[in-house]
């Protein structure tokens, strides 16, 4: 229980943030007191760093300052750019404790075993996580001549189009590989466990 206080108080809404965001949408201290029945006073405390928000007016104020509460306390303020929802601007996520893959349309604040992810960079692939592709049979067969170990390995692979995203999980031990249907593809990505995303 201390440790998950520690983790909330080390991730907690910084002063900064908050008069960032009041500014952003316009409104002075007075106006934010009154949208969540503080003092201004208390606002102003807030602001430069002579006081925190209690934990039970996170809610109400990411409301007031239309922002999640997540975002509150990963301090930082992310908008989704990408309102058109297009896919060729998707975004993955890794957790580095449990593997787990998040995507996303657009730029988003993603949180996993408690730890804030930020998006993979998609690079040019090297030698080493060269992407091959072919047709086989209808469908796009997508495999990388890489290593697949415990240690070392391909997690996933996707192929996107300009209306969604096809994905395969991939596991140590199994093959880099996977198939995909021929649907418009634009890109396809495959993520490295220690190298990060690449894309062809």
Same mark, same amino acid.
């Given at each position: 229980?201390?440790?998950?206080?520690?983790?909330?108080?080390?991730?907690?809404?910084?002063?900064?943030?908050?008069?960032?965001?009041?500014?952003?949408?316009?409104?002075?201290?007075?106006?934010?007191?009154?949208?969540?029945?503080?003092?201004?006073?208390?606002?102003?405390?807030?602001?430069?760093?002579?006081?925190?928000?209690?934990?039970? &007016?996170?809610?109400?104020?990411? @409301?007031?300052?239309?922002? *999640?509460? %997540?975002?509150?306390? !990963?301090?930082?303020? /992310? =908008?989704?750019?990408?309102?058109?929802?297009?896919?060729?601007?998707?975004?993955?996520?890794?957790?580095?404790?449990?593997?787990?893959?998040?995507?996303?349309?657009?730029?988003?604040?993603?949180?996993?075993?408690?730890?804030?992810?930020?998006?993979?960079?998609?690079?040019?692939?090297?030698?080493?996580?060269?992407?091959?592709?072919?047709?086989?049979?209808?469908?796009?067969?997508?495999? &990388?001549?890489?290593?697949?170990? @415990?240690?070392?390995?391909? *997690?996933? %692979?996707?192929?996107? !189009?300009?209306?969604? /995203? =096809?994905?395969?999980?991939?596991?140590?031990?199994?093959?880099a590989e996977a198939y995909f249907r021929i649907d418009n593809v634009r890109y396809f990505y495959a993520c490295c466990n220690r190298h990060g995303l690449v894309?062809?």
């Open positions: 229980m201390a440790s998950d206080r520690l983790g909330v108080m080390n991730n907690y809404v910084t002063g900064a943030l908050i008069k960032k965001l009041r500014e952003n949408r316009k409104i002075t201290q007075e106006e934010l007191a009154q949208k969540i029945n503080v003092s201004s006073k208390a606002v102003s405390k807030w602001e430069t760093g002579r006081g925190f928000p209690d934990i039970g &007016l996170l809610e109400i104020l990411a @409301k007031a300052l239309d922002v *999640s509460v %997540i975002e509150l306390l !990963s301090g930082s303020d /992310v =908008q989704n750019k990408n309102r058109a929802a297009d896919m060729r601007k998707c975004r993955f996520y890794v957790c580095p404790v449990c593997a787990n893959v998040i995507q996303a349309t657009g730029e988003a604040v993603v949180s996993c075993c408690g730890i804030t992810l930020p998006p993979l960079e998609a690079e040019e692939p090297d030698e080493e996580h060269k992407i091959h592709v072919e047709r086989q049979d209808g469908e796009y067969y997508v495999c &990388l001549n890489h290593v697949m170990e @415990k240690s070392h390995y391909i *997690s996933f %692979i996707a192929a996107v !189009s300009d209306n969604g /995203v =096809q994905f395969v999980k991939l596991y140590p031990q199994q093959k894309r062809l």
